[in-house]
C-alpha cells in the first residue's frame, strides 16, 4: 500500500509543480536568467542522467560496454553524425563488446 501512497503522493507533486509553473507571472519568464536557466537546465539534467546511467553500479564506479558505447556516441557526434547514425554506432559498440565478454 506504500508505493500507491508514493504514486499518489508523485502524482499531487506533478500536478502542483505545474500549477505553480502556469501561475508564474510573464515578466519573470522574460528575465534573461531564467530564459538561459530554462534553456540549459534540461541539458544538465540528461547530462547527469547519462553519466550516472552509464558509469554507476549502486555505489560503485564500473567501465563496462556501457561506457564504449558513450564512446562511440561521442566520436559520431564530434563528427557530426545524424542522430540516428550516432544512436546506431551506441548500440552496436555497446553489444559488440558485450559479445566479446566485456
Known amino acids: 500500500m506504500s508505493i500507491w501512497i508514493a504514486v499518489g503522493l508523485t502524482a499531487v507533486g506533478c500536478y502542483a509543480v505545474k500549477l505553480i509553473g502556469l501561475l508564474v ?32 553500479d549502486g ?3 564500473i567501465f563496462d560496454a556501457r561506457a564504449a558505447g558513450l564512446a ?24 559488440g563488446v558485450r559479445a566479446l565478454g566485456g
Open 25 to 56: 507571472p510573464a515578466g519573470v519568464l522574460e528575465r534573461p536568467l531564467v530564459k538561459r536557466l530554462a534553456a540549459l537546465l534540461p541539458v544538465a539534467l540528461l547530462a547527469a542522467l547519462t553519466a550516472q546511467q552509464t558509469f554507476a
Open 59 to 61: 555505489h560503485t564506479l
Open 72 to 95: 562511440a556516441a561521442a566520436v559520431a557526434l564530434v563528427l557530426r553524425a545524424p542522430f540516428l547514425v550516432v544512436v546506431a554506432a551506441a548500440v552496436l559498440v555497446t553489444a
